[in-house]
């Protein structure tokens, strides 16, 4: 199983940017995806998850900014953010499961399968 996670890069504060994460060796439409991230000596914390196909979930800090999708036919998942903000600024990891309880959707060691990361920087 491999996730590549892409999309990242440098935006101004307001702006919008779309991560991608493209994955092989899963059948990507029964996973639960999600991304987190880890802003410099931080833990990495929940950003968005997509339970099974099914409904969203997001962390309080970007709700009604971000919106998770994902595109079954391309076995390719997606993070819209939008008005980003400098306390954005982190590197984002994909992350997927076949096999998470509802109740983890939020914990990263609940995910069994990453992608690399890709840097966003939110200037001011």
């Known amino acids: 199983v491999q996730l590549q996670a892409s999309g990242g890069g440098l935006v101004q504060a307001g702006g919008s940017l779309r991560l991608s994460c493209a994955a092989s060796g899963l059948t990507f439409g029964r996973q639960t995806i999600a991304w987190f991230r880890q802003a410099p000596g931080k833990e990495r914390e929940f950003v968005a998850a997509?339970?099974?196909?099914?409904?969203?979930y997001y962390a309080d800090s970007v709700k009604g900014r971000f919106t998770i999708s994902g595109d079954n036919a391309k076995n390719t998942m997606y993070l819209l953010m939008n008005r980003l903000s400098p306390e954005d600024t982190a590197v984002y990891f994909c992350?997927?499961?076949?096999?998470?309880?509802?109740?983890?959707?939020?914990?990263?060691?609940?995910?069994?399968?990453w992608g690399q990361g890709t840097q966003v920087t939110v200037s001011s």
């Open positions: 997509r339970w099974r196909g099914g409904n969203t």
């Open positions: 992350a997927a499961s076949s096999s998470i309880i509802l109740s983890s959707v939020r914990v990263s060691d609940a995910y069994g399968h």
